[in-house]
T-cell receptor
Framework: NAGVTQTPKFRVLKTGQSMTLLCAQDMNHEYMYWYRQDPGMGLRLIHY???????AKGEVPDGYNVSRLKKQNFLLGLESAAPSQTSVYFC???????????FGPGTRLTVT | AQTVTQSQPEMSVQEAETVTLSCTYD???????LFWYKQPPSRQMILVIR??????QNATENRFSVNFQKAAKSFSLKISDSQLGDAAMYFCAYRSARQNFVFGPGTRLSVLP
């Protein structure tokens, strides 16, 4: 099993450009999450999904959109990138709300 | 919203010694789960240990154990016989049915040879 994978691993964008981060999991998990990690702030939840076709906002959703068209995939979109979105992005999945999360390897995004 | 505090931004321990990382949280709920995650320089987040709040018994995983004090809302991680590979950022996290995962700011652990 590959677990949770993320594509791409690194990306540099110019202000105003758009991009999509792809997260895939092969563990048949219902719950999927997108986080951003910034120095000294731990992980902050951007958006999450409790099942195929559902999405919900987390703590810091502004400037991001998500979609969960298939159970195994969770996409994070940036429509117009800003320097404040420079961060490391992690995708995670879990079997249920009370179970541990399994994380992807992260995507380092730089917006210039 | 619930908050998770890790008051030690950095800690160091001598190889083979024992170290304890602190975590406190704020909640009014009685049913919740607590986690410790490790993030080595590779950036991969790895689950270290999980604790159910309704269980009084402290969770253990090999050299890792927790001291869960529910009334004090404290959840510290003890690493015994520290190894060089234990050097990492450690994050404490809280989860309940009403509250998504909340992570603390992390503690950077250095292991000295």
């Amino acid at each position: 099993n590959a677990g949770v994978t993320q594509t791409p691993k690194f990306r540099v964008l110019k202000t105003g450009q758009s991009m999509t981060l792809l997260c895939a999991q092969d563990m048949n998990h219902e719950y999927m999450y997108w986080y951003r990690q910034d120095p000294g702030m731990g992980l902050r939840l951007i958006h999450y999904s409790v099942g195929e076709g559902t999405t919900a906002k987390g703590e810091v959703p502004d400037g991001y959109n998500v979609s969960r068209l298939k159970k195994q995939n969770f996409l994070l979109g940036l429509e117009s990138a800003a320097p404040s979105q420079t961060s490391v992005y992690f995708c995670a999945s879990s079997y249920s709300w009370s179970y541990e999360q399994y994380f992807g390897p992260g995507t380092r995004l730089t917006v210039t | 919203a619930q908050t998770v505090t890790q008051s030690q931004p950095e800690m160091s321990v001598q190889e083979a010694e024992t170290v304890t990382l602190s975590c406190t949280y704020d909640t009014s709920e009685s049913d919740y789960y607590l986690f410790w995650y490790k993030q080595p320089p590779s950036r991969q987040m790895i689950l270290v240990i999980r604790q159910e709040a309704y269980k009084q018994q402290n969770a253990t995983e090999n050299r890792f154990s927790v001291n869960f004090q529910k009334a004090a809302k404290s959840f510290s991680l003890k690493i015994s016989d520290s190894q060089l590979g234990d050097a990492a950022m450690y994050f404490c996290a809280y989860r309940s049915a009403r509250q998504n995962f909340v992570f603390g700011p992390g503690t950077r652990l250095s292991v000295l040879p």
